[in-house]
């Protein structure tokens, strides 16, 4: 359910999906029951694809039979809850998750998952009240804590949220849900040190959630901590083969740790799914790297395309006067105009590596007959920036 990773950044998906037995209370389960509960227990973290749906579908048609053979048994309520929930059919979902609760208000097991599903659709004070109904009920189950935790952080109670991590953990040292959910919250509040703390207890392994993954992978990123971050974004690419932006962040990854080959790896699948219409926007970020004082991230479009078009474009952001950062741009393009004038009977596509400034005006700094490498187009960027090669000529560009 990629649409639903995507919103639920901080929420451990992973936690309410490996549910087996409500921990509260013991529960008379049919021996169908018990097999049904593991099937999805198995299937849950499969990868996405018709063998999940087809278990998912055959479950779901096995427990809508049973549920109408048998109204009153609330864990047959629960498990189709958690399959129409699966299946993003989230009306359907609370339904049945209410009137397995209706029948056994005191299972704790309930209340998490129907306050966990609230939060997915942006109930946050209904989700923080079923949660906390869960952590009364069975005190001593650290995931319902880590929930509430995350449920609390989604609704921007920091304090509480930090009560309830700090407890999860209390209970579990090792819980790397909630060690990555509070590390990943104190760095969004600006407190960068403690937050690292956090994120180094935390593993590829667990936090299970591919969104916490990426965040984290993320977030050491951005501190240059390359091979951990590499490590997370891997972790979250065997959960969502076909998200592009984490394919791209594996390709910036291997760039710079310079294992060429992965990162060529990577970016073949990217291109792969570009051309099976799985990527919905013309350009991914190809690398981020700093160059003296520029900050540099470089975009590379799928497609050459339009009257301007661009392979390559290096966004830099370098000090200025005052502390204001100042933006330009480097570009490796092949412009409509520029290959209309060549001289007749030319072969090959003429490409060009311009600086912009701000108010488009530019400088020119090679020509090529034919599409230079990324390699080698990177090599002259770097060299622009260190000032090592001038401009063969400049001018201002009036776009239409």
Same mark, same amino acid.
Not at 127 to 150: F, M
Not at 151 to 162: E, I, P, S
Not at 185 to 194: C, I, N, W
């Given at each position: 359910?990629?649409?639903?990773?995507?919103?639920?950044?901080?929420?451990?998906?992973?936690?309410?999906?490996?549910?087996?037995?409500?921990?509260?209370?013991?529960?008379?389960?049919?021996?169908?029951?018990?097999?049904?509960?593991?099937?999805?227990?198995?299937?849950?973290?499969?990868?996405?694809?018709?063998?999940?749906?087809?278990?998912?579908?055959?479950?779901?048609?096995?427990?809508?039979?049973?549920?109408?053979?048998?109204?009153?048994?609330?864990?047959?309520?629960?498990?189709?809850?958690?399959?129409?929930?699966?299946?993003?059919?989230? =009306?359907? /979902?609370?339904?049945?998750? #209410?009137?397995?609760?209706? !029948? &056994?208000?005191? $299972?704790? %097991?309930?209340?998490? *998952? +129907?306050?966990?599903?609230?939060?997915?659709?942006?109930?946050?004070?209904?989700?923080?009240?079923?949660?906390?109904?869960?952590?009364?009920?069975?005190?001593?189950?650290?995931?319902?804590?880590?929930?509430?935790?995350?449920?609390?952080?989604?609704?921007?109670?920091?304090?509480?949220?930090?009560?309830?991590?700090?407890?999860?953990?209390?209970?579990?040292?090792?819980?790397?849900?909630?060690?990555?959910?509070?590390?990943?919250?104190?760095?969004?509040?600006?407190?960068?040190?403690?937050?690292?703390?956090?994120?180094?207890?935390?593993?590829?392994?667990?936090?299970?959630?591919?969104?916490?993954?990426?965040?984290?992978?993320?977030?050491?990123?951005?501190?240059?901590?390359?091979?951990?971050?590499?490590?997370?974004?891997? =972790?979250? /690419?065997?959960?969502?083969? #076909?998200?592009?932006?984490? !394919? &791209?962040?594996? $390709?910036? %990854?291997?760039?710079? *740790? +310079?294992?060429?080959?992965?990162?060529?790896?990577?970016?073949?699948?990217?291109?792969?799914?570009?051309?099976?219409?799985?990527?919905?926007?013309?350009?991914?970020?190809?690398?981020?790297?700093?160059?003296?004082?520029?900050?540099?991230?470089?975009?590379?479009?799928?497609?050459?395309?339009?009257?301007?078009?661009?392979?390559?474009?290096?966004?830099?952001?370098?000090?200025?006067?005052?502390?204001?950062?100042?933006?330009?741009?480097?570009?490796?393009?092949?412009?409509?105009?520029?290959?209309?004038?060549?001289?007749?009977?030319?072969?090959?596509?003429?490409?060009?590596?311009?600086?912009?400034?701000?108010?488009?005006?530019?400088?020119?700094?090679?020509?090529?007959?034919?599409?230079?490498?990324?390699?080698?187009?990177?090599?002259? /960027?770097?060299?622009?920036?260190?000032?090592?090669?001038?401009?063969?000529?400049?001018?201002?560009?009036?776009?239409?």
């Amino acid at each position: 359910m990629p649409g639903k990773l995507v919103c639920l950044a901080l929420l451990a998906l992973s936690v309410a999906c490996r549910t087996a037995a409500p921990a509260a209370v013991q529960l008379t389960r049919t021996p169908a029951a018990v097999e049904w509960e593991a099937q999805l227990d198995a299937v849950r973290f499969s990868p996405a694809g018709p063998a999940q749906q087809q278990v998912f579908e055959r479950v779901q048609q096995a427990l809508e039979k049973a549920v109408q053979k048998d109204t009153e048994d609330a864990h047959l309520h629960y498990l189709l809850g958690r399959v129409y929930f699966y299946g993003e059919r989230d =009306a359907e /979902a609370g339904r049945e998750f #209410d009137k397995a609760l209706a !029948l &056994a208000p005191e $299972v704790a %097991e309930y209340h998490y *998952l +129907k306050g966990y599903s609230l939060g997915v659709v942006s109930d946050s004070q209904g989700s923080i009240a079923e949660l906390t109904l869960a952590t009364a009920l069975a005190p001593r189950v650290v995931k319902y804590w880590s929930a509430l935790g995350n449920a609390l952080a989604l609704a921007g109670d920091a304090g509480r949220a930090r009560k309830a991590f700090e407890h999860a953990l209390s209970l579990d040292p090792d819980d790397g849900e909630s060690a990555g959910a509070l590390g990943l919250m104190l760095l969004d509040g600006g407190q960068e040190a403690e937050a690292f703390q956090w994120l180094s207890k935390v593993t590829p392994q667990a936090p299970r959630h591919p969104m916490t993954r990426y965040n984290i992978g993320q977030a050491y990123q951005k501190k240059g901590d390359h091979p951990r971050a590499l490590a997370h974004f891997q =972790a979250a /690419a065997l959960d969502l083969p #076909d998200d592009w932006r984490t !394919l &791209a962040k594996l $390709v910036q %990854e291997h760039e710079a *740790l +310079k294992q060429f080959p992965e990162r060529d790896a990577a970016r073949a699948r990217l291109v792969k799914l570009h051309q099976e219409g799985k990527v919905d926007s013309g350009v991914f970020v190809r690398e981020q790297f700093k160059e003296g004082d520029a900050t540099v991230m470089v975009a590379e479009h799928f497609k050459l395309e339009g009257d301007w078009a661009v392979r390559y474009t290096f966004y830099v952001e370098t000090p200025g006067s005052g502390g204001a950062p100042v933006a330009w741009r480097l570009s490796l393009g092949s412009y409509a105009f520029t290959n209309a004038a060549r001289e007749p009977g030319a072969t090959g596509r003429v490409f060009h590596f311009d600086a912009y400034a701000a108010d488009d005006s530019h400088r020119t700094f090679a020509f090529f007959n034919g599409e230079p490498s990324y390699e080698d187009t990177r090599k002259l /960027a770097v060299a622009v920036l260190r000032d090592e090669v001038k401009p063969l000529s400049g001018t201002r560009v009036e776009r239409k």
